[in-house]
């Protein structure tokens, strides 16, 4: 194979990667209509993990392009904007509790204008390294889908909260760091213990949903340390 049609079949590969993640967030959102909700749970946990493969590999290969870019774009704002939001709704139940039809649609509304804003600022403002500014959608879908799998008995204003602080954290401007710079910096055995732990526990999504709220913490610890140490320069 030439170096021109390797160079094509890579790119190829890695948009059709892209591609997986937007409809495996399709099938959320039709998983969520057909009041499958655990499903459209997982689905959207598989769309984070398909989501993490796509840039690594463009990198590698050397494939990254403006088009990539756009079709990553426009897939997250369906697998975990849309789907998420739909998710969202629909497990808060206003059909089955006291909560307004209005409420849980204005939380629904919140998560999904504030992932568009998420995302056209991430492709519009230049990032600091190793930071993200706000919560990234991806570690918001997937807050939601954990929670939902580890908690199914919250329901009603303990969803539309939980959806109203995720909305609020995504458009924030508190600094998460990417998991991609952070994790390799992690010695192998702390990988091997969660590993051994998560494996050995019959609660293997809370110790997810541990960690997940570690994350959501880590945004404005970070911000309030750099305010300090800029304080005591």
Known sequence: ???H??????FIIVNCVTGINLVLGLLSVIAVAND???LAAGLLLSCAVVDGLDGPLARRWDVSSDFGAQFDSLADMTSFIVAG???AYFWAD???TSIPVFAAAVAAGAYVLAGAIRLARYNTTPSRPGYFQGMPTTVVSSIVAITLLTHKD???YGVVLLVLLLSAL???VFPYPRLSAFLPRLPRWVYLLLLAATLASDHRFQIVWVGTLLYLASGPIISVRYRLASRSR
């Open 1 to 3: 194979m030439s170096k």
């Open 5 to 10: 049609k390797q160079h094509r079949f890579h």
């Open 85 to 87: 939001g739909a998710l």
């Open 94 to 96: 206003p059909a089955e």
């Open 36 to 38: 499958q909700l655990t």
């Open 154 to 156: 919250l329901q009603g």
């Open 170 to 172: 995504m458009v924030s």
